[in-house]
């Protein structure tokens, strides 16, 4: 088993930034990816991005690359999101998934973490 934690969630203005952290822990070698998903009242989930392990090769949702960054510290077992001039319509609970193959689907991930709420305001 796999165990995810996600942290730096909160309230920040528009226009500011936020980092998310995902801290895996467990029978982390049976992973290969980790990423970001997000969901917002009402809505759908949805992909924000995904990072493998090994070579750090990513995969953004549309909209996300030019505002989002996705990173990992193999050393501490932890990814991280970037986020970036933020808008209300980013308003959502982000969570951390980490599964074996590189994919927007949330389907192909394996172990998902509680979520952490972020809340941009006008």
């Known amino acids: 088993q796999v165990q995810l934690v996600e942290s730096g969630g909160g309230l920040v203005q528009a226009g500011g930034s936020l980092r998310l952290s995902c801290a895996a822990s467990?029978?982390?070698?049976?992973?290969?990816?980790m990423g970001w998903f997000r969901q917002a009242p009402g809505k759908e989930r949805e992909f924000v991005a995904t990072?493998?392990?090994?070579?750090?090769?990513?995969l953004y949702g549309d909209f996300m690359k030019d505002r989002f960054t996705i990173s990992r510290d193999n050393t501490k077992n932890t990814v991280y999101l970037q986020m970036n001039s933020l808008k209300p319509e980013d308003t959502a609970v982000y969570c951390c998934?980490?599964?074996?193959?590189?994919?927007?689907?949330?389907?192909?991930?394996?172990?998902w973490g509680q979520g952490t709420q972020v809340n941009v305001s006008s």
């Open positions: 467990g029978r982390t070698i049976s992973i290969s990816t």
């Open positions: 998934a980490a599964g074996r193959f590189l994919s927007p689907r949330p389907s192909q991930y394996d172990y």
């Open positions: 990072i493998t392990w090994r070579g750090g090769t990513t």
